[in-house]
């Protein structure tokens, strides 16, 4: 491992930031690596970009800057595509020839030193990405290491199967066939801000339990947890070359979709990259996965437990500022309880402290930048001018950093910009439907999305019924945004292509080759 000397002249105050809470020793190791996080992970060692040039990350809660990291370009992508593609060519290098066993114990390594390192892993999410701290580190941190370690039992299992053929070349002929699962080569990942560490871990726990090599590029709003794991990645002994870390913009995302060295692409972000990514894609037509955005139903029926229907479809919109791909964005309210339950999740709304996630009593923390707390603003405004009610939030709140308040809009029209797009943001449309089934399933399906919902009832019939018909890779019922690394996740229709985390998550990462011997 080697930490980066100094690439820039420390820009921000770090002191102004509270370090409580890490152990003992480390607040000093960890302001040094603020100020100086890694430069670029290529080839196992840590690089400027090319041009020299870096760029700012910053406190989403205070609008200052914490510190600079380099600025990765398409030259630093062809780089770190080169050391990827030699790193799995060469059949005799470290990471190739180390068996299965071997590969599994090194994830197994990566998820002890997350779980090792959590409080400073949980921070410096805090610090570039907002969320509260006590968030980071049960929902972030935790998840991430437990997906390691869940992967890390893969390595071991990735199995093709014997087939019994029935083709016939002459009499009496007889073959073995069998599948392989192979790796499938040098992969791009490009993952966003929303949960940095944690999309980082989904993307690379089970591309390194099935032996590809990786180019990883961290959205440019928060790229500091990634490289910190990339640190820990090679304390665990990774060896060089098989993960390479370029932060950047959108051109060395775009540089690593179009590379005609880079046999797959796996990216999570707005549908319009996601779009973006396929055409780019197209050349040497590598495979594409894709986890994209959502506007995600959450149906709740008359019968259900209001003390826990309540409180969760409040939680499955507020959580992480909304900032969710899964976010249940349109709550579906049967008309009976309609104004019982939009009071009720108002008051939720309104119990909720807003403030700087690194304050211990915050439960919302600012959005990601100006340009989302604009975004969301911007769509308050279009829903509010175009007949919304808001009976609670519908604003910024503060005057420093970019919280928004949590917000409930009533009386929407299926058609408005609210209803229909992805905010990313603390806004939930609650909508009247009318009993029976069919008219909440027409209209919770009325979207070009499909990657999450929710059903909050008691009839057990009336729950599996309603999750059957629901077009969207993941429902959950009396619950939300319940994830697990052993439970696949993706989309339907515009949502996305494949699916992340349990054993599916491996297919994205393999090749399936048959072969077929006649036997003499
Ligand atoms: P985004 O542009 O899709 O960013 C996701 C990742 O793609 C980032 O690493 C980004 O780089 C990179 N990227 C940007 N342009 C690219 C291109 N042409 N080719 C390849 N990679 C490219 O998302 P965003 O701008 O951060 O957020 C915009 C909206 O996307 C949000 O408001 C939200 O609706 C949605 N979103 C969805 C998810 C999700 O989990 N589904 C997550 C985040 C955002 P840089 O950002 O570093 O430039
Ligand atoms: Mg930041």
Not at 98 to 115: A, C
Request: charged fraction near 20%; include cysteine; aromatic fraction near 8%.
């Amino acid at each position: 491992m080697s930490i980066s000397t100094p690439t820039h002249a420390p820009s921000a105050a770090d002191s102004s930031h509270s370090f409580a809470g890490l152990p003992e020793g480390s607040a000093e190791r960890f302001q040094n690596f603020v100020r100086n996080p890694g430069r670029l992970l290529i080839d196992g060692e840590w690089v400027d970009a090319v041009s020299g040039k870096t760029f700012e990350t910053f406190n989403p809660a205070t609008e200052e800057s914490l510190g600079s990291v380099a600025h990765g370009a398409a030259e630093d992508i062809e780089l770190a595509v080169a050391a990827a593609r030699r790193c799995f060519d060469d059949e005799h290098s470290d990471w190739r020839r180390m068996t299965p066993s071997e590969r599994g114990k090194l994830i197994y390594r990566i998820g002890d030193l997350i779980e090792q390192h959590a409080d400073e892993l949980a921070l410096l999410e805090t610090l570039d990405n907002g969320k509260p701290l006590t968030i980071a580190k049960v929902a972030d941190v935790a998840l991430s290491a437990d997906l390691f370690h869940y992967m890390s039992g893969w390595a071991t299992k990735i199995e093709g199967g014997t087939i019994p053929i029935s083709a016939i070349t002459a009499p009496g002929s007889e073959f073995l066939a069998y599948t392989r699962k192979e790796p499938v080569g040098v992969v791009g990942q490009i993952i966003p801000w929303n949960f940095p560490l944690l999309m980082a871990a989904w993307k690379l726990g089970p591309a390194l339990a099935a032996g590809v090599t990786v180019v990883l590029k961290p959205a440019e709003q928060t790229p500091l947890s990634a490289l910190r794991l990339g640190e820990l990645m090679l304390e665990a002994g990774l060896p060089a070359g098989v993960v390479n870390i370029v932060t950047g913009f959108g051109d060395a995302g775009a540089a690593i979709a179009a590379h005609d060295g880079v046999d797959k692409v796996a990216f999570t972000g707005s549908t319009e990259v996601g779009r973006l990514i396929v055409h780019a894609a197209a050349g040497n037509l590598k495979k594409v996965s894709l986890e994209l955005g959502g506007k995600s139903p959450q149906v709740l029926y008359k019968d259900a437990d209001m003390d826990v229907a309540i409180p969760g479809a409040a939680n499955g919109i507020f959580f992480n500022q909304g900032q969710c791909c899964n976010a249940g964005s349109r709550l579906y309210i049967e008309r009976d309880v309609y104004d019982e339950v939009v009071e009720g999740v108002a008051n939720e709304a309104k119990k909720i402290t807003i403030g700087p996630g690194i304050n211990a009593d915050t439960q919302m923390g600012p959005l990601i930048s100006q340009e989302q707390h604009e975004k969301v603003l911007g769509y308050l405004s279009s829903g509010l001018g175009a007949g919304a009610h808001a009976p609670t939030g519908g604003g910024r709140a503060g005057v420093h950093g970019y919280f928004v308040e949590p917000t409930v809009l009533t009386d929407t029209t299926p058609d408005m910009k609210v209803v229909r797009e992805e905010i990313f943001g603390p806004v939930v449309c609650a909508i009247p439907f009318d009993s029976g089934d069919d008219d909440v399933i027409r209209s919770g399906n009325d979207t070009n999305y499909g990657l999450a919902s929710g059903i909050w009832t008691r009839d057990i019939n009336k729950a599996h019924r309603t999750a059957h018909r629901l077009r969207a890779g993941t429902v959950w019922i009396n619950c939300y945004s319940v994830f697990d690394a052993a439970m696949p996740f993706g989309g339907y229709k515009e949502s996305g292509w494949g699916r992340e985390m349990g054993h599916n998550a491996l297919e994205n990462y393999l090749e399936t080759k048959s072969v077929v011997a006649q036997l003499a």
